[in-house]
């Protein structure tokens, strides 16, 4: 991680993988929810209270954010609450099917990571997490009835979700150097999470260090992340770091519009001794349906590269408009907007896109522009889309200024 100019304002380098096809499209189109969850789970690291705010030793913001990019735990278990609120409207789980429909697509599974763990775009979910090095995680998703659980062990992922007894399996990409690594959209580790928080960090940043805090009963520093600019749907981050080891124990996001966090998450409990050996084997169960995923190499042949025509994807020149916090992502579906709710035909479905949408007009023609308490996104008639962590004036603004 890049060196930090001052307490107030620091720079990292911006990364962003971009996957291919209709898999992204979707992410950005059907359900701006998910764009949401790209942003708001950057942290699987929940909500708690603090016990108590601990005397600890006078730290600079940056001291804290190098003490971060130098941690280096390796062993850990623990159990994990994430919350969310993007403010979507209840529909008896219409949202999350559209959510995980958008993700898995035709024929995939329901064990695929790349739909169920969108689940945590809504709600309190609880999880149990373990690592023993880059290679060896494992991540649970725990509800009433049923188990979901993926598991990075060496150069395979493993996928099971004990409510359909499904089985998704596929092989873990290598690094450039010996190690294997685990599936892109899916961090190992709360550090890798709030690493994707700082990626956002530049000179739009105000960085502080604003006192002390006691999670999972660990001593913390808390680092306030703020941007500079108006028109940002962000109105704060807040990471909980452990004073001993540099690893994030607590992310929580707040909105610039006020009330209850986007994201509230965090350990309530953690052990940083190494788990057992067997917390990382898994054999498929006996009758389960197994389905196998692109290998890992084959996955990172087919993603464009930088600076390829991403086209080849399924999309028209996907860039970037404006810097900080209020980047938008524009790109063209190559069809025309999404449908108004009053033609889906379905009554749940038009009263969740109706609810969410709000026409608008402008040089780009006309629109709508899908709204969540955290990301939103202008869909132009014409197929073109606009979408960031900016407020709807912003949107508007950005696609006036394209044409």
Known sequence: MAPYASDDSTKADEAEDVRAGRRKAARYVVPVAVVGVAAATIGLVPAL???????????????????????????????????????????????????????????????????????????THTLRVAADGQDKTKISLLDSAAEYSLIHNGSDVWAYDSKSNEVYHSTAPKSEGTKEKAPEDVPATPKEFADEALKSVDDTTSVTVDGTAQVAGRDAYKLLIKPKQSGSTIGAITVAVDAKTGMPLKFTLTPSSGGAAVVDAGFTKVDFAEPAASTFDFTPPKGAKVTEGDSGEKASESAPKPGEDFTKGGLDGLKTLGKGWNSIAEFDTGSQGVPSGSSSGNSDVSGFLDSLGDHVTGKFGSGTVYSTRLVNALITDDGKVYAGAVTKDALVKAANAAQ
Do not use: C, H, N
């Not at 600079?60 to 190098?66: G, K, R, S, V």
């Not at 280096?72 to 789980?93: A, F, R, W, Y």
């Open 49 to 123: 209270a603090d016990s108590g705010d601990p005397d600890l030793p006078k730290i600079t913001a940056q001291q804290l954010i190098e003490k971060i990019a130098k941690s280096d735990v390796q062993q850990l278990s623990g159990t994990v609450k994430i919350s969310t609120d993007l403010g979507l409207p209840s529909l008896g789980g219409l949202e999350s099917g559209l959510l995980s429909g958008a993700a898995q697509g035709d024929g995939g599974s329901s064990a695929d990571p790349q739909s169920k763990l969108l689940e945590l775009a809504s709600g």
